[in-house]
C-alpha cells in the first residue's frame, strides 16, 4: 500500500467554523508533512513531523493547528480561516531518514473559505 | 540552502524525448536532486532522484552533470498523459525539508 489517503476531498467553510483536515498513511514512514497550493504557484511547505515532533513550521499563522496523533496519522485543524486560506491542502509522507527517500503525496484536500 | 532554476514552460511533441533541465549550482555535497511532477489538481508524484551518477527507471532517466551544479530529466518517448508541471527539488538539511520551485510546465502536443 503506497497510498496517502486524505479526507475530505472538498470542504468549504465559513470563516467562524472550526474544521479538520485528516491525513493517514500505513507505509511505515516516521515524516509527515503539510502543504498549501494556490492555483498555479507551487506547492509551499507549511509544516513536517518526524516521528511524531513537529521539526518544521514555516511561520505559518496559529489559526492553523498541525497535529500527529501517532505515526500513521495527520490532523490539521483550521479556525478562523480566511478567504485566502482558499487552496489545495496537500498532505505527503516519506520513509523519514536523511538524503534518499521519496514522498508520497495525497490527492489533497480542496478548501474554500466563504 | 540549495535553490533550483528551471525555464517556465516548455513544449515536446508526443513520441519524441523531453528533455528538462534544472539549475542547481549552489548543491551541496550530500543533497540529492529529486524530481517530482503534478498533474493538473492531483497530487505530486515521485519521478526520479540522483546524489552523482545518472540514473534510469521505468519513468524516466536523470543526467547530472559531473560538477552536479545542474541535471536534465529525460522522458524518453513523451505522451500526452506526460502534460503535467514538472519540478525539480535539491533536499536540504536533514529535517526532511523539501521545497518545491516554481517548475516546468511541460505541454505534450500531439
Known amino acids: 500500500d503506497t497510498e496517502v489517503t486524505q479526507t475530505p476531498k472538498h470542504l468549504v467553510m465559513g470563516m467562524t467554523n472550526k474544521k479538520s483536515l485528516k491525513c493517514e498513511q500505513h507505509?511505515?514512514?516516521?515524516?509527515m508533512y503539510w502543504y498549501k497550493q494556490k492555483a498555479k504557484k507551487p506547492p509551499e511547505l507549511m509544516f513536517v513531523?518526524?516521528?511524531?515532533?513537529?521539526?518544521i513550521n514555516e511561520s505559518v499563522p496559529s489559526r492553523f493547528s498541525p497535529e500527529c496523533p501517532n505515526s500513521s496519522l495527520l490532523n490539521l485543524h483550521l479556525h478562523a480561516l480566511q478567504p485566502e486560506d482558499s487552496a489545495l491542502y496537500l498532505c505527503?509522507?516519506?520513509?523519514?531518514?536523511?538524503?534518499?527517500?521519496?514522498?508520497?503525496f495525497g490527492q489533497g484536500t480542496r478548501l474554500t473559505v466563504v | 540552502d540549495a535553490k533550483t532554476t528551471q525555464p517556465p514552460s516548455m513544449d515536446c511533441a508526443e513520441g519524441r524525448a523531453a528533455n528538462l533541465p534544472c539549475n542547481h549550482s549552489?548543491?551541496?555535497?550530500?543533497?540529492?536532486v529529486y524530481w517530482y511532477r503534478q498533474i493538473h489538481s492531483q497530487g505530486p508524484q515521485y519521478i526520479i532522484h540522483g546524489l552523482k551518477n545518472n540514473e534510469t527507471n521505468e519513468m524516466a532517466s536523470l543526467i547530472i552533470t559531473e560538477d552536479r551544479k545542474s541535471s536534465t530529466l529525460i522522458l524518453p518517448h513523451a505522451t500526452l498523459r506526460d502534460t503535467a508541471v514538472y519540478y525539480c527539488?535539491?533536499?536540504?538539511?536533514?529535517?526532511?525539508?523539501?521545497?518545491f520551485g516554481a517548475g516546468t510546465r511541460l505541454t505534450v502536443k500531439p
Open positions: 505527503a509522507s516519506s520513509q523519514g531518514q536523511i538524503g534518499d527517500t521519496e514522498a508520497f
Open positions: 507505509m511505515g514512514h516516521r515524516a
Open positions: 527539488i535539491v533536499r536540504v538539511g536533514n529535517n526532511n525539508d523539501m521545497r
Open positions: 513531523y518526524s516521528y511524531e515532533k513537529l521539526s
Open positions: 549552489t548543491i551541496s555535497g550530500n543533497e540529492y
